[in-house]
C-alpha cells in the first residue's frame, strides 16, 4: 500500500468532550484531509467508544477506494464506557452545558481497560469495527499494545493466527501491532505475517533508534507507523521554566532541544516532523487532529525543507 507521508491520526475525535459541533467539524475534517492527499487514517475500536470509527465510516462513505484505514482491537470496553457510548447522545449537551472537561473527571469514572486477545474476541471486534466503519474490509489491522509479557507465550501466535484466518476470510488485507511503548516492540519483530509496527517516536522518544528496532523492522521489510511525533506537544513553546518542569522529567531534553531547533533557525515543531520523516524505515508519521486549524497546520510540516546529515546526527544525540 502507498500512503501518504502524513497520517490522521483518529483517537480524538468524537466523544461526550467534543464541542456542540463536535461530529459536523470532525466530518468536515476528515473530509479536508483526503482532498488535500491524506490517505491514511488511523483509529481504535475504544477510541470515543467506538466513535471514532462510526465517523470514519461516516465520512467516507462513498470514498472507500480514496482511503487507507487502519484500526485496531483488543481492549475491552469497561462497563462505565459502555454505558456511556449507549447514553452519548443524552450525556453530550450536559457535559457542554456544565463545561466539563477529560482532564477534571475523577480518576476511575470510566473505568478499567482490560485486553482480550483471545480469536474470538478479535474475531467479534472484526465485525463491530467493520460496522461502524460502513466498509466491508479492513486495509490495516493492528493489535492494540500487547505487553511485552503477552508477546512471548503461545497465546500472541494464536491471536495472530485468528488475524491471518481474518485476512484469508477477506476481512482484512494486512495486519500489524501497535505497541504501548518502545521498549515493547522488539519483541513483535520476528512475529509471522504481521505487516506493520506502530510506536512511538520522536525527538523525545528515541528508544526506537537508540535500540536498533527501526533498522531491524526496515531490515525485514515492515511497515513503521511512527506516533507522538511533538512529544504530546512537549516540544511547543507554550511551556516554560516551572510549568515545563512539572510537566515532564525530560525538561532538560525539552530545553536542549529548543536551543539546537533556534541555532538552525528553524521551528521545533517543524524540526520534529523532517526528524521523523528522514528516520530509517518510518513509513508514516500519524498527526493528532481533531480542527480545520489543527489540519491546516499539519498539512504545513511535508512542505518544510529535510533536514542536512549534520542536523539529523545532532538531534541524535
Same mark, same amino acid.
Given at each position: 500500500?502507498?500512503?501518504?507521508?502524513?497520517?490522521?491520526?483518529?483517537?480524538?475525535?468524537?466523544?461526550?468532550? !467534543?464541542?456542540?459541533?463536535? !461530529?459536523?467539524?470532525?466530518?468536515?475534517?476528515? $473530509?479536508?484531509?483526503? @482532498?488535500?492527499?491524506?490517505?491514511f487514517f488511523d483509529t481504535a475500536d475504544m477510541y470515543s467508544q467506538g466513535e471514532s470509527e462510526t465517523l470514519m465510516g461516516t465520512a467516507f462513505r462513498g470514498?472507500? @477506494?480514496?482511503?487507507? %484505514?487502519?484500526?485496531?482491537?483488543?481492549?475491552?470496553?469497561?462497563?462505565?464506557?459502555?454505558l456511556i457510548r449507549r447514553i452519548k447522545p443524552l450525556v453530550r449537551p450536559l457535559v457542554q452545558a456544565l463545561?466539563?472537561?477529560?482532564?477534571?473527571?475523577?480518576a476511575g469514572i470510566s473505568g478499567a481497560l482490560s485486553q482480550n486477545f483471545s480469536p474470538q474476541y478479535l474475531a467479534s471486534a472484526l465485525e463491530a469495527s467493520l460496522k461502524r466503519l460502513r466498509m466491508d474490509h479492513i486495509d490495516l489491522y493492528q493489535l492494540h499494545s500487547p505487553s511485552a509479557e503477552f508477546m512471548q507465550t503461545p497465546a500472541f501466535?494464536?491471536?495472530?493466527?485468528?488475524?491471518?484466518?481474518?485476512?484469508?476470510?477477506?476481512?482484512?488485507?494486512?495486519?500489524?501491532?501497535?505497541?504501548?511503548?518502545?521498549?515493547? !516492540?522488539?519483541?513483535?519483530?520476528?512475529?509471522?505475517?504481521?505487516?506493520?509496527?506502530?510506536?512511538?517516536? $520522536?525527538? #523525545? @522518544?528515541?528508544?526506537a533508534l537508540d535500540q536498533g528496532t527501526l533498522q531491524a523492522a526496515q531490515a525485514r521489510g515492515l511497515a513503521v507507523i511512527a506516533?507522538?511525533?511533538?512529544?504530546?506537544?512537549?516540544?511547543?513553546?507554550?511551556?516554560q521554566g516551572e510549568q515545563l518542569q512539572t510537566a515532564t522529567p525530560k525538561?532538560?531534553?525539552?530545553?536542549? %532541544?529548543?536551543? #539546537?531547533?533556534?541555532?538552525?533557525?528553524?521551528?521545533?515543531?517543524?524540526?520534529?516532523?523532517?526528524?521523523?520523516?528522514?528516520s530509517p524505515g518510518v513509513s508514516v508519521t500519524i498527526l493528532g487532529m481533531r480542527t480545520e486549524a489543527h489540519l491546516r497546520e499539519n498539512l504545513r510540516y511535508p512542505q518544510g525543507e529535510p533536514l542536512s546529515a549534520a542536523d539529523y546526527a545532532a538531534l541524535c544525540r
Open positions: 500500500m502507498r500512503v501518504s507521508e502524513i497520517g490522521f491520526g483518529g483517537s480524538r475525535i468524537g466523544g461526550v468532550f !467534543a464541542g456542540r459541533q463536535g !461530529a459536523r467539524e470532525a466530518l468536515s475534517v476528515l $473530509g479536508m484531509a483526503l @482532498d488535500a492527499g491524506i490517505n470514498r472507500r @477506494d480514496q482511503v487507507i %484505514l487502519a484500526t485496531k482491537g483488543g481492549f475491552c470496553l469497561p462497563g462505565r464506557r459502555n463545561g466539563l472537561k477529560r482532564a477534571r473527571l475523577p501466535g494464536e491471536a495472530l493466527e485468528a488475524l491471518a484466518k481474518l485476512k484469508s476470510q477477506g476481512k482484512l488485507r494486512f495486519y500489524g501491532v501497535a505497541t504501548e511503548i518502545p521498549e515493547d !516492540a522488539p519483541f513483535c519483530l520476528p512475529a509471522p505475517g504481521i505487516s506493520s509496527l506502530q510506536l512511538g517516536f $520522536g525527538l #523525545l @522518544d528515541l528508544q506516533r507522538g511525533c511533538f512529544g504530546g506537544g512537549l516540544l511547543k513553546d507554550s511551556l525538561w532538560q531534553r525539552v530545553e536542549a %532541544l529548543r536551543a #539546537l531547533c533556534k541555532s538552525m533557525g528553524r521551528p521545533a515543531l517543524d524540526v520534529a516532523f523532517q526528524f521523523c520523516r528522514a
